[in-house]
């Protein structure tokens, strides 16, 4: 009786195509950023002209403020060197002083402070996938689609999936050791925080654990030449605890975050006002972080010092057990627990679109991590199996963030 492997393959067959595919593997990692690399060089950055010359970061339909063409200039090549000499306070006392400059002309200007404002809601009913594709994907607009995923929700409280799923793992933070780490779930259930802050895991890890959330559903959302696809790579958020906060950051894919227990309040800044978010110029140039410390309310601790954030226009929004969160790639925002836990599963997705953050694309591609990130994933892929795909979240960088 003749037996075939898990994809109909005879096994002989089977065995020959999984050593071509673990021997392509890293030459196809390499390959994509290259050719990524090369696309951004030719047509984003202008040879990184266009990024130097061009006062606007991104290609959003926000309106610009009055930040001064030389200011961002500065600011552009201050956090340049930072990232080049791995000194995250040089030219501290230069950046002061061209922020008051930023801060002067706002003022005169007549810019507001702490404008917020919505975005765009819908029910899962009144919005289908070409139109949240044409309207939403494509230019890169946030949304909220309310009720997207139904059902008995409670099957997604922290407890049942560690019962359903007791040998998945997770990342950790062990307050013991001090230092992340990998635990399964039935144990972090057990240790119910006495020990263990769970942070995410990987859903690509076992296809039931992915099946459970229903992600295929979301592939009609975003086509690739007119073709469902697949997100880049999938993480279970768990974030734990009342009012657990993250620190303002962005990422440089777009997110699809389906609000799975609990609620949690987020806030949204676009890429457009990134000079006003002080982004830092430490990470992996996977994501960026604020360099201030927020209060509840998402405003800085220290407001005398990073005074530029009122200026900045924002969007809060409240999602709950079956919402999802649509943002481009780039988009500040911060999140805090409303209930004891706030689990979600957030997915990143690839897709042609407008240019979100050109700057802190350049950024990118002269990171080393980006380089090692960019193959990990791509081999990854290209075996058919999650090894290297922890190193695309790095961290549960919406629950904590470690620098």
């Given at each position: 009786?003749?037996?075939?492997?898990?994809?109909?393959?005879?096994?002989?067959?089977?065995?020959?195509?999984?050593?071509?595919?673990?021997?392509?593997?890293?030459?196809?990692?390499?390959?994509?950023?290259?050719?990524?690399?090369?696309?951004?060089?030719?047509?984003?950055?202008?040879?990184?002209?266009?990024?130097?010359?061009?006062?606007?970061?991104?290609?959003?339909?926000?309106?610009?403020?009055?930040?001064?063409?030389?200011?961002?200039?500065?600011?552009?090549?201050?956090?340049?060197?930072?990232?080049?000499?791995?000194?995250?306070?040089?030219?501290?006392?230069?950046?002061?002083?061209?922020?008051?400059?930023?801060?002067?002309?706002?003022?005169?200007?007549?810019?507001?402070?702490?404008?917020?404002?919505?975005?765009?809601?819908?029910?899962?009913?009144?919005?289908?996938?070409?139109?949240?594709?044409?309207?939403?994907?494509?230019?890169?607009?946030?949304?909220?689609?309310?009720?997207?995923?139904?059902?008995?929700?409670?099957?997604?409280?922290?407890?049942?999936?560690?019962?359903?799923?007791?040998?998945?793992?997770?990342?950790?933070v062990d307050t013991v050791d001090e230092q992340i780490t990998t635990v399964r779930l039935q144990e972090l259930s057990e240790d119910?925080?006495?020990?263990?802050?769970?942070?995410?895991?990987?859903?690509?890890?076992?296809?039931?654990?992915?099946?459970?959330?229903?992600?295929?559903?979301?592939?009609?959302?975003?086509?690739?030449?007119?073709?469902?696809?697949?997100?880049?790579?999938?993480?279970?958020?768990?974030?734990?605890?009342?009012?657990?906060?993250?620190?303002?950051?962005?990422?440089?894919?777009?997110?699809?975050?389906?609000?799975?227990?609990?609620?949690?309040?987020?806030?949204?800044?676009?890429?457009?006002?990134?000079?006003?978010?002080?982004?830092?110029?430490?990470?992996?140039?996977?994501?960026?972080?604020?360099?201030?410390?927020?209060?509840?309310?998402?405003?800085?601790?220290?407001?005398?010092?990073?005074?530029?954030?009122?200026?900045?226009?924002?969007?809060?929004?409240?999602?709950?057990?079956?919402?999802?969160?649509?943002?481009?790639?780039?988009?500040?925002?911060?999140?805090?627990?409303?209930?004891?836990?706030?689990?979600?599963?957030?997915?990143?997705?690839?897709?042609?679109?407008?240019?979100?953050?050109?700057?802190?694309?350049?950024?990118?591609?002269?990171?080393?991590?980006?380089?090692?990130?960019?193959?990990?994933?791509?081999?990854?892929?290209?075996?058919?199996?999650?090894?290297?795909?922890?190193?695309?979240?790095?961290?549960?960088?919406?629950?904590?963030?470690?620098?």
């Amino acid at each position: 009786m003749r037996t075939t492997g898990i994809d109909g393959r005879e096994p002989i067959a089977q065995a020959n195509w999984d050593r071509v595919r673990h021997a392509a593997a890293i030459p196809c990692g390499v390959g994509a950023a290259a050719m990524y690399t090369l696309w951004q060089l030719a047509v984003e950055q202008k040879g990184f002209a266009h990024t130097l010359l061009v006062e606007r970061v991104s290609g959003s339909s926000v309106p610009p403020l009055p930040l001064g063409y030389a200011n961002v200039l500065q600011l552009k090549l201050i956090m340049l060197w930072r990232q080049l000499s791995s000194d995250p306070g040089a030219l501290g006392a230069r950046q002061s002083r061209v922020q008051r400059s930023i801060r002067d002309r706002l003022e005169a200007a007549g810019v507001g402070h702490g404008a917020i404002g919505g975005i765009a809601e819908y029910q899962a009913d009144d919005l289908d996938p070409r139109r949240f594709y044409r309207e939403h994907a494509r230019k890169g607009v946030p949304c909220v689609i309310r009720g997207f995923a139904g059902g008995d929700l409670s099957r997604y409280r922290f407890a049942a999936l560690a019962e359903r799923f007791p040998d998945a793992v997770a990342q950790a933070v062990d307050t013991v050791d001090e230092q992340i780490t990998t635990v399964r779930l039935q144990e972090l259930s057990e240790d119910a925080g006495a020990r263990y802050e769970p942070l995410q895991a990987l859903l690509e890890q076992d296809e039931r654990l992915r099946e459970c959330f229903d992600l295929d559903r979301v592939r009609p959302y975003f086509p690739i030449f007119g073709r469902p696809s697949s997100p880049i790579v999938s993480f279970l958020i768990l974030g734990m605890g009342k009012g657990l906060a993250a620190e303002f950051h962005c990422e440089e894919s777009p997110n699809w975050y389906l609000a799975v227990s609990g609620s949690k309040r987020w806030t949204l800044v676009d890429a457009e006002y990134s000079w006003l978010m002080y982004p830092a110029a430490l990470g992996d140039g996977m994501r960026r972080f604020s360099e201030f410390k927020p209060a509840d309310d998402g405003t800085p601790q220290d407001k005398e010092h990073f005074d530029l954030f009122d200026f900045a226009p924002r969007a809060e929004v409240e999602l709950h057990p079956g919402d999802v969160l649509f943002f481009p790639a780039w988009m500040w925002h911060k999140t805090v627990n409303v209930d004891d836990e706030g689990l979600g599963v957030t997915s990143r997705y690839t897709l042609p679109g407008p240019m979100t953050n050109r700057y802190f694309r350049a950024l990118q591609m002269i990171s080393p991590d980006f380089w090692r990130s960019t193959v990990q994933v791509v081999a990854g892929k290209v075996r058919g199996d999650s090894a290297g795909l922890e190193g695309a979240g790095g961290f549960n960088e919406q629950e904590l963030a470690l620098r």
